[in-house]
């Protein structure tokens, strides 16, 4: 049985580039949407996007959220 941890994605749409943060455990998932809440509270420019996703791996979200993954690994600034 494999364990689901939460990720955050932050995404500029502009540039595409990213910076993703694992979150595991069983309170990963939680964690991740919490801060993406306060992320999304901090944020100023909308082509900024923020998701938390839950995933076994970060391997099976680059498959189902490819776009993520088009630019490069980069903090982002919200």
């Known amino acids: 049985?494999?364990?689901?941890?939460g990720f955050?994605?932050?995404?500029?749409r502009r540039t595409f580039d990213r910076q993703v943060t694992e979150f595991p455990g069983a309170n990963g998932p939680r964690e991740a949407l919490k801060q993406r809440l306060?992320?999304?509270r901090e944020r100023h420019d909308q082509e900024i996007?923020?998701?938390?996703?839950?995933?076994d791996?970060?391997?099976?979200?680059?498959r189902t959220h490819s776009r993520?993954?088009?630019?490069?690994?980069?903090?982002?600034?919200?």
Not at 8 to 12: A, Q, R, T
Not at 57 to 62: L, N
């Open 57 to 62: 791996s970060i391997e099976t979200i680059q």
């Open 68 to 78: 993520y993954f088009t630019g490069n690994e980069r903090l982002v600034a919200i």
């Open 8 to 12: 955050l994605i932050v995404y500029n």
């Open 1 to 5: 049985m494999s364990t689901i941890s």
């Open 38 to 40: 306060l992320l999304e």
């Open 49 to 55: 996007e923020i998701a938390s996703l839950n995933s």
